[in-house]
C-alpha cells in the first residue's frame, strides 16, 4: 500500500522564524513529489514541483528536497509570515498520474 | 490565473436527490481528469479518473453507480452524486494535469458538499 506520512501534524511558530516540514513515502519508486497549499475550505495550490531526477526545488522563500533513497521529502519555509498559515500537503506520483496524499500539516504563523 | 474551475463551491442538498459538479480546464484541453475526495482531517483520496470519450477508472471501493462521471469534451468533466446520503457530506475537488507531458497537477477550488 503506497502511503505517504506528514509530521507534525500542526505546527505553530512566530513570525520571522524558519521551519521545516516533513513528508515520508513507504514506495521509493517514485515519478515526482508535489507540495501544495490549501486553505480552509478551498482548493489546492501547487507550490513545488520535485521531479525524480531532481534533488530539490525553490520558488522564493519555500525550497522542497527530495531523497528517494530514504523516502523523504522537505518543504523549507524562510522567514514566516501570517500569510503563510495554511495546510501544506505533500503528494507523490508513482507513474500512473495518480497522486496519495499525506493528510498535511496545518501551520499557524503568529504575528 | 485558475487553470481549473469547478462549480459550485458549495452545495445543500436532501438526502436522496442527485447532485452535479462540474469540473472545466481553461489553459488547455484535458483527455484525463481525476476527481478526489476529502474527508475532515483525513488526506484527499482518489475517487476516480475521467477519460474524454470512455469510461472512467474508478478506484477499488468507489461505487461506480452511484458517482457518475462523465467527460463529454475536452475541457469538461463532470461528477454527479446520486441519492446523495449523509455521509456523502464532502469536500470534492477535480484535477488536471499540464500538458504535453508536463507533471504538474492543478486543482479546482473544490465543492462542499452537505447532504441533509
Known amino acids: 500500500k503506497q502511503e505517504v506520512t506528514q509530521i507534525p501534524a500542526a505546527l505553530s511558530v512566530p513570525e520571522g522564524e524558519n521551519l521545516v516540514l516533513n513528508c515520508s513515502f513507504t514506495?521509493?519508486?517514485?515519478?515526482?513529489l508535489q507540495w501544495f497549499r490549501q486553505d480552509p475550505g478551498k482548493g489546492l495550490t501547487s507550490l513545488l514541483l520535485?521531479?525524480?531526477?531532481?534533488r530539490e526545488q525553490t520558488s522564493g522563500r519555500l525550497n522542497a528536497s527530495l531523497d528517494k533513497s530514504s523516502g523523504r521529502s522537505t518543504l523549507y519555509i524562510a522567514a514566516s509570515q501570517p500569510g503563510d498559515s495554511a495546510t501544506y500537503l505533500c503528494?507523490?506520483?508513482?507513474?500512473?498520474?495518480?497522486?496519495?496524499f499525506g493528510k498535511g500539516t496545518k501551520l499557524t504563523v503568529n504575528p | 490565473g485558475a487553470v481549473v474551475s469547478q462549480h459550485p463551491s458549495w452545495v445543500i442538498c436532501k438526502s436522496g436527490t442527485s447532485v452535479k459538479i462540474e469540473c472545466r480546464s481553461l489553459?488547455?484541453?484535458?483527455?484525463?481528469m481525476f476527481w478526489y475526495r476529502q474527508f475532515p482531517k483525513q488526506s484527499l483520496m482518489l475517487m476516480a479518473t475521467?477519460?474524454?470519450?470512455?469510461?472512467?477508472?474508478?478506484e477499488q471501493g468507489v461505487e461506480k453507480d452511484k458517482f457518475l462521471i462523465n467527460h463529454a469534451s475536452l475541457t469538461l468533466s463532470t461528477l454527479t452524486v446520486t441519492s446523495a446520503h449523509p455521509e456523502d457530506s464532502s469536500f470534492y475537488i477535480c484535477?488536471?494535469?499540464?500538458?504535453?507531458?508536463?507533471?504538474?497537477?492543478?486543482f479546482g477550488q473544490g465543492t462542499r458538499l452537505t447532504v441533509v
Open positions: 503528494a507523490r506520483e508513482g507513474g500512473s498520474e495518480k497522486l496519495v
Open positions: 514506495d521509493s519508486a517514485i515519478y515526482n
Open positions: 475521467s477519460n474524454e470519450g470512455s469510461k472512467a477508472t474508478y
Open positions: 489553459d488547455f484541453q484535458a483527455t484525463t
Open positions: 484535477s488536471v494535469r499540464a500538458p504535453y507531458g508536463g507533471t504538474e497537477a492543478f
Open positions: 520535485i521531479q525524480s531526477s531532481q
